[in-house]
């Protein structure tokens, strides 16, 4: 069963606009981590945020939201005012530690391409 | 501060043949983990090392082993390679092991399996 699903194949957004990643995820741990990473053409996954399952406040950084609500097992990403520079495949995570491993499991990600 | 090291950078071999990817974590960090990254399965765990002693095991076949090395760098070794083996495969670093800890990546190994 597919522990992070990111619906969301491809999405285009012309500069500007404001844009939500979605990421539902699904665990029987009690305490776990998720987290965001961009991966840009060049290759290397950059990690954008961790949270963990115990505060649900939404985190804002700059022109990056994160809105994480353990009612729905959902844990989206939002751009705002997109940039050319934002283009690039975002990836949500999910550590847990079920029947005592740790393990990371990554969504399929989201293509952004973000136009001029 | 360097970053996640991988080398090398590309890598063609033929079915049957053998490999070894190398992994130079960030300086301090002590727990290593690989993953595949194919186009259809997405980014796959393979396993985790700390200390020198594997934590963590994804799905993979015996073919896929590991070792880390007490400067904590870390080495995937890939037995009888197979068509399908063709990938990126990306090496993370993370201070210690445990599930609450961010993960920075290398650029990758990309393997193409001829």
């Known amino acids: 069963a597919q522990k992070v699903t990111q619906a969301q194949t491809e999405i285009s957004v012309v500069e500007k606009e404001d844009v939500t990643l979605d990421c539902v995820y699904e665990?029987?741990?009690?305490?776990?981590?998720l987290f965001w990473y961009k991966q840009p053409p060049s290759g290397e996954l950059v990690f954008l945020i961790r949270?963990?399952?115990?505060?649900?406040q939404n985190e804002i950084s700059g022109r990056y939201s994160w809105n994480f609500q353990k009612s729905t097992s959902s844990f989206n990403f939002t751009i705002t005012a997109s940039q050319v520079v934002d283009s690039a495949v975002y990836f949500c995570?999910?550590?847990?530690?079920?029947?005592?491993?740790?393990?990371?499991?990554f969504g399929s990600g989201t293509k952004l391409n973000v136009k001029p | 501060k360097a970053g996640v090291t991988q080398t090398p950078r590309y890598l063609i071999k033929t079915r049957g043949q053998q490999v070894t990817l190398s992994c130079s974590p960030i300086?301090?960090?002590?727990?290593v983990s690989w993953y595949q990254q194919t186009p259809g399965q997405g980014l796959q765990f393979l396993f985790e090392?700390?200390?020198?002693?594997?934590?963590n095991k994804g799905n993979f076949p015996g073919r896929f082993s590991g070792r880390q090395f007490s400067n904590s760098r870390s080495e995937m070794n890939v037995s009888t390679l197979e068509l399908g083996d063709s990938a990126l495969y990306l090496c993370?670093?993370?201070?210690?092991?445990?599930?609450?800890?961010?993960?920075?990546f290398g650029d990758g190994t990309r393997l193409s399996i001829l």
């Open positions: 949270r963990n399952s115990f505060d649900e």
């Open positions: 665990t029987r741990d009690t305490t776990y981590y």
């Open positions: 090392y700390f200390s020198e002693t594997q934590r």
């Open positions: 995570a999910l550590s847990d530690r079920v029947d005592n491993f740790n393990k990371f499991y």
């Open positions: 300086s301090g960090h002590r727990s």
């Open positions: 993370a670093s993370s201070l210690s092991a445990g599930s609450n800890q961010p993960q920075h």
